[in-house]
């Protein structure tokens, strides 16, 4: 079965600007999370969602946001960009809403901000 | 912010030598999980051990987990070329603060040379 999706790969953006990434789980997968991964912070938990519904969220400023859809594809937004955005970010699907069980990550997204 | 510490930062052996890393964590755990990263790409899941469990294997790899004194250890045995890459070591937690949450390691860098 497909694994999960991340789209675009790769990004570039302008201080400032606002940017939207898409993530695609398995299929069948409701639990869906986030993570920003940086040299110096590492992988850090920016958020989860299941069944459309945020029901955790890591300590991120409010410019992270994100959604869910009623097929389980969720989409991230960070809005007026810094240049300490710049990160790979990865989403994750599972079938357990703890994580519990094995975790599957997208290829990520790479977001440059100049 | 991160669990806890992985060492060592780095590993560099020859191939065939076994490789081995350990991860250390802070608080109480539901289970501990490995992942493997190769280049700044998605993570690949490689092995999930149990607060109750104490030992696993997953072909070359032995994972072991001593929860008295927080921490785990990644055993890869007759290490090849295609198994350089990072390791990151992750916890998961029960409880609502924890859904969809793995807290990572900031983990190993392992390069086997032919």
């Known amino acids: 079965k497909a694994g999960v999706t991340q789209t675009p790969r790769y990004l570039i953006k302008t201080r400032g600007q606002q940017v939207t990434l898409s993530c695609s789980p398995i299929?069948?997968?409701?639990?869906v999370s986030w993570y920003q991964q940086t040299p110096g912070q590492g992988l850090q938990f920016l958020f989860e969602?299941?069944?459309?519904?945020?029901?955790n969220k890591g300590n991120f400023p409010g410019r992270f946001s994100g959604r869910q859809f009623s097929n389980s594809r969720s989409e991230m937004n960070v809005s007026t960009l810094e240049l300490g955005d710049s990160a790979l970010y990865l989403c994750?699907?599972?079938?357990?809403?703890?994580?519990?069980?094995?975790?599957?990550f997208g290829q990520g997204t790479r977001l440059t901000v100049v | 912010s991160q669990q806890g510490e992985e060492d060592p930062q780095a590993l560099s052996i020859q191939e065939g030598e076994n490789a081995t890393m350990n991860c250390s964590y802070k608080?109480?755990?539901?289970?501990l999980q490995w992942y493997r990263q190769n280049s700044g790409r998605g993570l690949v899941h490689l092995i999930l051990?149990?607060?109750?469990?104490r030992e696993k294997h997953s072909g070359r790899l032995r994972v072991t987990l001593d929860t008295s004194k927080k921490s785990s250890s990644l055993l890869i045995t007759a290490s090849r070329a295609a198994d350089t890459a990072s390791y990151f070591c992750?916890?998961?937690?029960?409880?609502?603060?924890?859904?969809?949450?793995?807290?990572f390691g900031q983990g190993t860098i392992l390069t086997v040379h032919p």
């Open positions: 969602y299941f069944s459309e519904t945020q029901r």
């Open positions: 299929s069948g997968h409701r639990s």
């Open positions: 608080t109480s755990i539901n289970n």
């Open positions: 992750a916890t998961g937690s029960a409880g609502g603060t924890s859904y969809g949450k793995l807290t």
């Open positions: 994750a699907s599972s079938l357990s809403p703890f994580f519990d069980t094995e975790a599957f």
């Open positions: 051990i149990r607060s109750n469990e």
